[in-house]
C-alpha cells in the first residue's frame, strides 16, 4: 500500500496530541461481530476494547476520586477503542518515517516523568485522572508520545495533515456500536474531550 510522505513539526505534533479526543457520535466494519474496528484489514477485537476499559475502570474505582473520574470519563470502551486507532495512525506514520522507539527510551522518559511529578504514584494518579490511563497502560502511552515526537523530529512540517493522510490511507472502518471515524481529524466523531493531554504539575504532593 502506498503511504504518502510529509514532513511534521515538534509544535504541530503537539497539537495533534491536544486535538484527539474522547467519545460519542454513531460508521462500519459490519459482518465482523468480534471486531470493534478494521485497520488496513485487521481487526481490532471486541475483547481487546472491553480489556482495556476494564483496566481503566478498575483503576478508577480504587481512586479516591473514582465516581467522579467515571462519571468525566464517559463511555470508556469508545474512548479506549478511539486510543487504539489513533495508536495505530502513528505508528503507521512513524514506521513510513522511519522512525521506532526503544524500550530503553521509553524507560528513560518514564523516570524522567516519575521526577516531574515527584514519584512514580504521583505520575499514576495524573494519567489516570487526567488522561483515563490505568497504570499497565503507562508505558505504552508514553512509547506512543516518543513515537509522535521522533516522527515530528524526522520529517518537519503539517503533522495534521501528514496523521491523516495516513489515517485515510489505513482504510479504517470502526463497527456503528463506537462511532463514526473522521479520518480528516483522526478521531471518532463527536467527541468533546482530549485524548492526550499535558498534565499539570500538582501544586502539592498526592
Not at 46 to 72: K, T
Request: with cysteine; glycine share 8%; hydrophobic share 45%.
Amino acid at each position: 500500500m502506498h503511504r504518502r510522505r510529509s514532513a511534521l513539526s515538534v509544535s504541530a505534533a503537539a497539537a495533534l496530541l491536544l486535538g484527539v479526543p474522547l467519545l460519542s457520535g454513531c460508521g462500519g466494519a459490519e459482518g465482523r461481530p468480534g471486531a470493534a474496528a478494521v485497520v488496513d484489514g485487521e481487526e481490532i477485537p471486541v475483547a481487546a476494547v472491553q480489556a482495556r476499559a476494564e483496566a481503566v475502570r478498575d483503576a478508577q474505582r480504587a481512586d479516591p476520586e473514582g465516581e467522579q473520574l467515571i462519571q468525566s470519563t464517559g463511555p470508556v470502551q469508545r474512548y479506549m477503542l478511539n486510543y487504539l486507532l489513533v495508536e495505530r495512525v502513528v505508528e503507521q506514520a512513524a514506521q513510513d518515517a522511519g522512525v521506532s522507539v526503544s524500550r530503553a527510551e521509553v524507560q528513560e522518559y518514564r523516570a524522567a516523568e516519575e521526577k516531574r511529578f515527584r514519584g512514580g504514584e504521583a505520575l499514576e494518579t495524573v494519567m489516570l485522572r487526567e488522561r483515563a490511563i490505568a497504570p499497565d497502560q503507562i508505558d505504552n502511552a508514553l512509547r506512543v508520545e516518543l513515537l509522535v515526537r521522533k516522527t515530528a523530529e524526522a520529517l518537519g512540517g503539517d503533522v495534521e495533515r501528514v496523521f491523516a493522510e495516513t489515517a485515510a490511507d489505513l482504510g479504517i472502518d470502526v463497527s456503528p456500536r463506537y462511532g463514526t471515524w473522521n479520518a480528516e481529524q483522526v478521531t471518532l466523531a463527536g467527541a468533546t474531550d482530549p485524548w492526550i493531554k499535558p498534565a499539570t504539575v500538582p501544586q502539592e504532593p498526592f
